[in-house]
């Protein structure tokens, strides 16, 4: 589920860093713009694990601040395509289920990998599975779930420019693009084996 990555970067440290160690500024300005973000093709970032190497600072004209090269490692929550991972039902809908590992919650189980003969019930808000005639389970919100990672998506998203049209945008406008937003990182899960859906079913 994690794993150490190393990375090389131009770090730039603001004059206000420069009382401290070196290696402490370092650290500070890589864990400002790494932690918590996604890098493509390689995972989510959780944090800065150590420095391996640091160059001498370099100076630009017109900029109070130095700039090294600094080599490091750091830890990436980057699943591996069959990997068995644990965690709560934050959302259903009839399309699927939404899971949400605490630190990261792009985690889709489409209709298509829940378990034969399952069913969306929209009175309950949950997805029954029909073991046998006189047999059903839940999976309801808030559930413990045991998952399979079947795919990655990683999205490459652009930034968005300032919107200069003269036509003002409404709040639910706003609402809406937000549920539409892409992720640029994530999961596409099943459970359709034994051992898989709701931990308590199997305790």
Same mark, same amino acid.
């Given at each position: 589920?994690?794993?150490?990555?190393?990375?090389?970067?131009?770090?730039?440290?603001?004059?206000?860093?420069?009382?401290?160690?070196?290696?402490?500024?370092? @650290?500070? *300005?890589?864990?400002?713009?790494? /932690?918590?973000?996604?890098?493509? #093709? $390689?995972?989510?970032? &959780?944090?800065?694990?150590?420095?391996?190497?640091?160059?001498?600072?370099?100076?630009?004209?017109?900029?109070?601040?130095?700039?090294?090269?600094?080599?490091?490692?750091?830890?990436?929550?980057?699943?591996?395509?069959?990997?068995?991972?644990?965690?709560?039902?934050?959302?259903?809908?009839?399309?699927?289920?939404?899971?949400?590992?605490?630190?990261?919650?792009?985690?889709?189980?489409?209709?298509?990998?829940?378990?034969?003969?399952?069913?969306?019930? @929209?009175? *309950?808000?949950?997805?029954?599975? /029909?073991?046998?005639?006189?047999? #059903? $389970?839940?999976?309801? &919100?808030?559930?413990?779930?045991?998952?399979?990672?079947?795919?990655?998506?990683?999205?490459?998203?652009?930034?968005?420019?300032?919107?200069?049209?003269?036509?003002?945008?409404?709040?639910?406008?706003?609402?809406?693009?937000?549920?539409?937003?892409?992720?640029?990182?994530?999961?596409?899960?099943?459970?359709?084996?034994?051992?898989?859906?709701?931990?308590?079913?199997?305790?």
């Amino acid at each position: 589920m994690f794993q150490l990555s190393v990375i090389s970067d131009l770090i730039r440290i603001p004059p206000h860093l420069f009382h401290l160690p070196i290696n402490i500024s370092v @650290k500070e *300005e890589l864990s400002r713009k790494y /932690s918590n973000k996604v890098i493509h #093709k $390689l995972g989510l970032v &959780i944090s800065v694990w150590d420095i391996m190497e640091i160059d001498d600072g370099l100076l630009k004209p017109g900029d109070g601040a130095t700039f090294v090269n600094v080599k490091f490692r750091c830890v990436v929550f980057k699943p591996f395509v069959g990997e068995v991972l644990t965690g709560w039902i934050e959302k259903i809908t009839e399309t699927g289920i939404k899971v949400n590992l605490e630190f990261f919650n792009d985690i889709f189980i489409p209709k298509k990998f829940i378990f034969d003969s399952s069913e969306y019930s @929209k009175d *309950e808000n949950a997805w029954v599975w /029909s073991v046998d005639e006189d047999t #059903k $389970l839940y999976m309801d &919100i808030n559930e413990k779930i045991n998952f399979r990672v079947e795919e990655e998506i990683f999205t490459n998203i652009k930034p968005k420019g300032p919107d200069n049209s003269l036509s003002a945008t409404t709040s639910e406008e706003n609402e809406d693009e937000n549920k539409e937003k892409v992720p640029p990182y994530a999961i596409i899960a099943s459970c359709q084996t034994d051992g898989m859906g709701c931990v308590s079913w199997w305790e």
